[in-house]
């Protein structure tokens, strides 16, 4: 790995506190995507087996997100553009600043995914009606293109951040 030149950069502290968070985060998300389910197809919460199921479920296994999270992370970044940090007066460390900032604009972000049927649907499937027999990447692609809808934005591993345009009508 190459030499950091400038320790002090906002990307790298922002990086560290997207990694320290990423667990926590990945809960929140499913939490998030629940709640969403319940907002666009059950929203008076009438009880029966499938809504009992997914107000029940608690996340076991969190790594099917991790590439989504990597995806919505990295989208983030990009918002803010900058690399320099700021000059903060009310005695907090960048660090501290950035774990509120993040998990605030994670929070936003998602809430504003779970809006989608398509988001909310796949990570469903992710989760609570997760099975061995089903191939996860096909969830995992529906919820990354809906994120790249949302944004106009597509994460390439080697290209960066690219402008994205839909191709459904």
């Known amino acids: 790995m190459g030499e950091r030149l400038f320790l002090l950069d906002k990307n790298y502290i922002l990086k560290q506190v997207q990694t320290d968070m990423k667990l926590e985060l990945q809960a929140r998300l499913i939490d998030l995507v629940k709640e969403g389910y ?49 000059l903060l007066f009310d005695g907090r460390s960048h660090y501290d600043k950035y774990i509120e900032d993040w998990s605030e604009a994670f929070n936003n972000y998602v809430k504003q995914l779970c809006t989608k049927k398509n988001f909310v649907l796949a990570g469903l499937e992710l989760s609570v009606f997760h099975s061995i027999d089903k191939r996860i990447e096909l969830a995992q692609n529906r919820m990354k293109v809906s994120i790249y809808d949302h944004f106009g934005l597509k994460v390439y591993k080697h290209k960066g951040i690219q402008k994205f345009k839909s191709k459904t009508a």
Do not use: K
């Open 38 to 86: 319940f907002n666009l197809f059950n929203p008076l919460r009438l009880p029966d087996d499938t809504t009992r199921l997914i107000d029940h479920y608690q996340p076991a296994h969190l790594a099917f997100f991790d590439e989504l999270y990597d995806v919505i992370s990295g989208i983030y970044r990009y918002h803010l553009g900058d690399n320099q940090l700021e």
